[in-house]
């Protein structure tokens, strides 16, 4: 079965810093969905890559799949107390849309002033 | 606005109660999942649908059941909920492999 691995585990960063969280694969990646969590809440939908190289970003976040690695990034630029969260990475089989997501870990971020 | 609804933030229950956990979604998505979210061990799922009437078994089925009577809502049923069932439990929706969105999960504790 996939398996996703993510790093760090946790980060805590000056505000005003950029910042990468790294996702991994055991398996091929057909596609990398990102997502935040506030502690204690349900899981925030941010962006979805399906091709290899694909880039794409909202406000100050950044993603990217790398299919030859099997990677995806999350990069975050100029952070702010806003971005702090739980940041999880997910990914399903393509060959069918039915396939129930696996998850990493989570990466916990602290932005601290 | 995709909207995914759980029926409780937050839920107590004594050991043996028998529990319903409800999820509605309002975008008519064919998928819906349940996951339990516990701390170093992240997202697990218990089960899920792809359409009315059908379920099928996750990684961690045991002592859950689920019912899908209507395309918009899917239930997790604890049939006698026992103190390793005190999680965060969270639901999914997706359409074939688009988005998948979550509701803001149930914080439940059994004492």
């Known amino acids: 079965s996939q398996e996703l691995e993510q790093s760090p585990q946790s980060l805590i960063v000056q505000e005003g810093k950029n910042l990468t969280i790294n996702c991994t694969s055991s398996?091929?990646?057909?596609?990398l969905y990102w997502y935040k969590q506030k502690y204690g809440e349900g899981l925030i939908f941010l962006m979805m890559?399906?091709?290899?190289?694909e880039e794409k970003s909202h406000e100050k976040i950044t993603a990217k799949l790398d299919e030859k690695k099997q990677q995806s990034s999350l990069h975050i630029t100029a952070s702010q107390p806003s971005h702090a969260g739980i940041y999880l990475c997910?990914?399903?089989?393509?060959?069918?849309?039915?396939?129930?997501?696996?998850f990493g870990k989570g990466t916990r971020l602290s932005v601290i002033a | 606005d995709v909207k995914v609804t759980q029926s409780s933030r937050y839920l107590v229950k004594r050991t043996g109660e028998k529990v319903f956990l409800e999820c509605v979604q309002d975008?008519?998505?064919?998928?819906m999942f349940w996951y339990r979210q516990d701390p170093g061990l992240g997202l697990r799922l218990i089960y899920f649908?792809?359409?009315?009437?059908?379920?099928e078994k996750g990684d961690i089925p045991e002592g859950y059941s689920v019912s899908r009577e209507k395309k918009e809502r899917f239930s997790l049923i604890l049939e006698s909920a026992s103190t390793n069932q005190t999680s965060m439990y969270l639901c999914?929706?997706?359409?074939?492999?688009?988005?998948?969105?979550f509701g803001p999960g149930t914080r439940l504790t059994v004492t």
């Open positions: 649908s792809y359409d009315v009437k059908m379920k």
């Open positions: 999914a929706t997706r359409q074939a492999s688009y988005e998948q969105y």
């Open positions: 398996k091929t990646l057909y596609g």
């Open positions: 975008m008519d998505h064919e998928n």
């Open positions: 890559l399906q091709k290899g190289g």
């Open positions: 997910g990914a399903g089989a393509w060959n069918s849309g039915n396939t129930p997501l696996v």
